[in-house]
């Protein structure tokens, strides 16, 4: 989706370095999300927020942190306590629509740890 | 082990064959939703579907989720090499929350 940014699309990472992966939008929805995707695993949740302020651990949120400060974005931290952080990262927002809700992704970030 | 199944992991078809993908859950699905993602790339959505029997269609591609909400299957007619990648179905199994999981995905490729 367009209106979700996520930067930068490549990250290399020195083992023990704490990173900060950015999440924006310009759409004006409450809902965020932090997914990771490992090869043949699908994506797993890690982090969601339903409003500014506010956020919950999904469901494999250790040696991750986030902070939701500002609608607009929704950074995830990729700290040294995280043991396999080399994936590739995926943020969402959810548009609420009259009937359904739906998840719609950025372009993601690919973080390889050396 | 998987809560959302998908199979095949992997398909490679002719240019112009039918092809289907099936999603399975042994969980009700409050909503499933269909992606298609091309490799190191983020996620385009295709479909969402929420009732049982409910049948949706975009261009040649048709999602269909069965009577009892935990299966799901999507279908491609007349494949075209743009319809190559990796196609994930998502699904809501607690009920709106926005919590997602998804299966393994589905690669698919098309030959010329």
């Known amino acids: 989706d367009g209106g979700i940014t996520q930067s930068p699309k490549y990250l290399f990472r020195k083992e023990g370095q704490n990173v900060t992966l950015s999440c924006e939008q310009n759409?004006?929805?409450?809902?965020m999300y932090w997914y990771r995707q490992d090869p043949g695993q699908g994506l797993r949740l890690i982090y969601y927020?339903?409003?500014?302020?506010?956020?919950q651990k999904g469901d494999i949120a250790e040696g991750y942190s986030v902070s939701r400060e500002k609608k607009e974005s929704f950074p995830l931290t990729v700290t040294s306590a995280q043991k396999n952080p080399t994936a590739f990262y995926l943020c969402?927002?959810?548009?609420?629509?009259?009937?359904?809700?739906?998840?719609?992704f950025g372009p993601g970030t690919r973080l390889t740890v050396l | 082990s998987q809560e959302l199944e998908q199979s095949p992991q992997s398909l490679i078809v002719q240019e112009g064959k039918n092809l289907t993908i099936n999603c399975t859950s042994s969980?009700?699905?409050?909503?499933l939703y269909w992606y298609k993602q091309k490799y190191g790339e983020g996620l385009i959505f295709l479909m969402m579907?929420?009732?049982?029997?409910e049948e949706k269609s975009h261009e040649k591609i048709t999602a269909k989720l069965d009577e009892k909400k935990q299966q799901s299957s999507l279908h491609i007619t007349a494949s075209q090499p743009s319809h190559a990648g990796i196609y994930l179905c998502?699904?809501?199994?607690?009920?709106?929350?926005?919590?997602?999981?998804f299966g393994q995905g589905t690669t698919l490729q098309v030959k010329p």
């Open positions: 759409l004006n929805h409450d809902a």
């Open positions: 998502g699904a809501d199994i607690v009920g709106n929350t926005g919590k997602l999981i």
């Open positions: 579907l929420q009732k049982g029997g």
């Open positions: 927020s339903q409003i500014v302020n506010d956020f």
């Open positions: 969980k009700t699905l409050y909503g």
């Open positions: 969402a927002i959810k548009d609420r629509g009259r009937s359904t809700d739906t998840q719609y």
